[in-house]
């Protein structure tokens, strides 16, 4: 897999439900986009950074910034008409690439290092692993409706030494372009789970999330 070609790709649209236009508001010195674009201009290993789209203010901003700009029909960005598993599909089918990174905006802390690693643990790994992703390590004592999960009452230990569990982030995920196609989703049945930090973990839903991930931003804490 040395010589395969790898495409950044940033899926945004126009409309967001809880938090309007989040992906273009004002953000640090710039904004969410924006700043997604120049993280991954960092990573050396990325050979094309794609931003795939209905809305021609966000295409303008990729342009700008010397990427790719993608036009999106409406029905794949209004999350109504299609499934995001049509999105994916749609997506990966019109990318000429060999190897895909999926690269959400609302992730705005992710380092550019940690997209480095996967990318280089990923092309080094495959075929024991399909697909790469962010992932946060989990240890805290979980409950469900029949009681601890993770963890006995009777024989207390630790929280460093609970079970590794992940939590699968949106900072990225890696796979090979006509499998994400195939499966019409961002990773496979065996991923590798590339763990992130607290901070780079931090996803964008709503306004508070805004403000943190800006004052995290801003502040430089990034592990």
């Known amino acids: ?6 495409t950044a790709v940033i899926p945004v ?21 924006t ?11 990325i050979d094309e950074i794609v931003v795939s789209s209905d809305s021609d203010v966000m295409l303008n901003i990729a342009r700008s910034e010397d990427v790719t700009a993608q036009k999106r029909p409406v029905e794949y960005c209004d999350e109504k008409s299609k499934t995001f598993n049509e999105v994916v599909e749609w997506i990966a089918n019109n990318i000429n690439t060999d190897i895909l990174m999926w690269t959400p905006c609302v992730c705005p802390i992710v380092d550019s290092s940690a997209y480095e690693n996967a990318i280089y643990t990923f092309k080094n790994k495959e075929p024991i692993y399909d697909s790469a992703v962010s992932a946060l ?8 409706e029949r009681g601890p999960v993770n963890f006995s009452i009777e024989k207390h230990v630790p929280s460093q030494k609970l079970p590794n569990w ?13 499998d994400m196609a195939r499966w019409k989703f961002v990773y496979g049945k065996k991923p590798l789970l590339c763990e992130i930090s607290k901070f780079e973990a931090i996803d964008i839903d709503d306004e508070a999330d805004f403000k943190l991930a800006e004052y995290i931003f801003k502040n430089n804490l990034r592990s």
């Open 1 to 6: 897999m040395s010589d395969s070609k790898i």
């Open 13 to 33: 649209r126009a409309g967001s439900r809880r938090l309007p236009n989040k992906n273009i508001l004002p953000f640090a010195n710039s904004n969410l986009l």
């Open 35 to 45: 700043n997604k674009i120049q993280q991954l201009k960092k990573v050396k290993a």
């Open 137 to 144: 390590l989990l240890k805290e004592y979980i409950f469900d």
């Open 166 to 178: 992940h939590i699968i982030t949106n900072g990225f995920f890696i796979a090979k372009r006509a």
